[in-house]
C-alpha cells in the first residue's frame, strides 16, 4: 500500500501509541464479545457441558480466522461446527447455533447499514447511500428466509447437486455425501420449529442481539479514537456507522477478508460519496492514513491473535489423536465403552489409573 499511495509509515505513526492501542483493544473487545456470544448460545441451545470456556473462545477466533481471510467473511462456520461436532453435538445442533450467530450478525449488521445509507442519502451522498443498501437487502433477506422456511417445513438440497456429485466421485460416496448433509439441514429444521415460537429462544436471541449490537459499538469506537488523534473530529456516531458501512461493502464476494473494499467503503462513507471516484480522488484523500492505520489495527493485528487461536485449537486436536493413538488400554467388561465416550480428554495417567 505504501508502493501506490502518498501515506508513510511516519503518517501511521502520527495516529499515537495509545490511540493505536485502544483501538486495537476495541476490536479485540467486538471479537471477545462474539466469543462470549458463541457460548451463550451453545449453553442454552445445547448445554453447558459441551466444553471448557477456553476451547470454546479458541474455536470461535479460529472460525473468525478463517472468516476474515475467504472472500464475502463465509468458512468460519465449518470451523465452528466441525468443532462442536467432534464434541459430540449432533450436526443440526451445531448448525441452528452458528445460524444463530450468523443471523444476530445479519440483523444487527444491516439494521445499522440502513441506517448509515439513510444519513448518506440525507447528507447529499446518494451513491454511497444507496450502495451500501442495495448491498443489505439481498443478505438480510436471504437469511431471514432461510429461518422462517426452515421452520415451516424440512429444507433440503436440490435434487440436482446428487447428479453433479455423482459426476465427480463415486456414487456410493455423492449419495453418501448428500444423505448426510440432508439429515443435518433436516435436524436444523427441527431446531428451529422447537425453538421459533419458544419463549425462552426469543429471549436468547434477544440478548445475543444486545452482544451483538455492542460489539458494534466496539468496532465504532475503533476508528473514532483513531480518527480524533489526528484531528479529523470524526463523532461516536458517525463512526459506528462509516464502519458500518464499511463491513456491508466488505461482504461482496471481490477480494479477501473485505482487502480493500473496506477501506473504500470507509473513505467513501466519511467522504459523503455522490458519484463514482477517480483513483487520483481516493489516493489524494488526507484521511488515507489515518483508515490505513484503522485497517492495520482493527483487521491485521487481531488476524495475528486469531491465527495463534486457530494453531493452538489444532495442535491441541492433533497431540489429543496421537494420545489415543498410542493409548494401549482397551475396553473392558466394566467400562465398554471408554473408547467412545467424551473421556478422550483424560490424560494417560487418568486411565492408568482406571485400569488400576
Known sequence: MFLFTHV????????GLIPFTTSVVSVMGKIMLQAFRFKYFIAEFIGPDVSSTWRIISARLAGEFVTQTTPSYVGGELVRIAFLTKNGVPVGRAAWVTTMEIIADVFVGTTLAFIAGAVAI?????????????????????????LVFSAKRNLHLPFFSKKILRKLMSKEKADRMIDSANNAIADLCKMSRENFNSVKAVKVFVLGIALTFAAFLLQGVSFMVLANAVGSHIGFLGSLLATSASTVLSTLPVTIGGSGLAELGIWAYISNLNGIPSLKD????????????????????????????????TIGKVSLQNTNAISPFEPDENNNDLSKTTTNKRTLEEHSDDKS
Open 122 to 146: 440525507y447528507n447529499g451522498g446518494d451513491f454511497i447511500g444507496f450502495a451500501v443498501i442495495l448491498v443489505s437487502i439481498p443478505t438480510l433477506a436471504f437469511w431471514l428466509s432461510l
Open 8 to 15: 508513510s509509515l511516519s503518517d501511521i505513526f502520527a495516529v
Open 282 to 313: 481516493v489516493l489524494s484523500n488526507s484521511q488515507l492514513s489515518v483508515i490505513i492505520a484503522w485497517r492495520i489495527a482493527s483487521y491485521h493485528i487481531p488476524l495475528v491473535i486469531m491465527w495463534i487461536a486457530l494453531m493452538r485449537l
